[in-house]
């Protein structure tokens, strides 16, 4: 059985940081393109960060990039989001996802991935 924990969320003031965690278990993780996406009250799930298998590939979605940093450490089946100088419009429930064989022009689309965590919430107040 696939499971995919979330961890790391909380409240934080504008500009500061936090690092969530998304442990997995039950694939053969190494083998998997993960993603974290994120819903804000009222609004849709939208994408965040994707990490190749291997790591030798990031992607951002332009808002976050240059404050966000999505790693994975694939011996102990980890994927990680570093998030700092966080702003209130980041507050959302964060969820990380697991695909396969996911090409780049799919990265953004939450149906390229299979598995999904069950999230962990970030607020940041102002």
């Known amino acids: 059985q696939v499971q995919l924990v979330e961890s790391g969320g909380g409240l934080v003031q504008a500009g500061g940081s936090l690092r969530l965690s998304c442990a997995a278990s039950?694939?053969?993780?190494?083998?998997?393109?993960m993603g974290w996406f994120r819903q804000a009250p009222g609004k849709e799930r939208e994408f965040v960060a994707a990490?190749?298998?291997?790591?030798?590939?990031?992607y951002y979605t332009d808002s976050v990039k240059g404050r966000f940093t999505i790693s994975r450490d694939n011996d102990e089946s980890t994927v990680y989001l570093q998030l700092n100088s966080l702003k209130p419009e980041d507050t959302a429930v964060y969820y990380c996802?697991?695909?396969?064989?996911?090409?780049?022009?799919?990265?953004?689309?939450?149906?390229?991935?299979?598995?999904w965590g069950q999230g962990t919430q970030v607020t940041v107040s102002s």
């Open positions: 996802a697991a695909g396969l064989l996911v090409v780049e022009n799919a990265l953004k689309r939450r149906n390229s991935y299979m598995y």
């Open positions: 039950g694939l053969t993780f190494s083998s998997y393109t």
């Open positions: 990490i190749t298998w291997s790591g030798s590939n990031l």
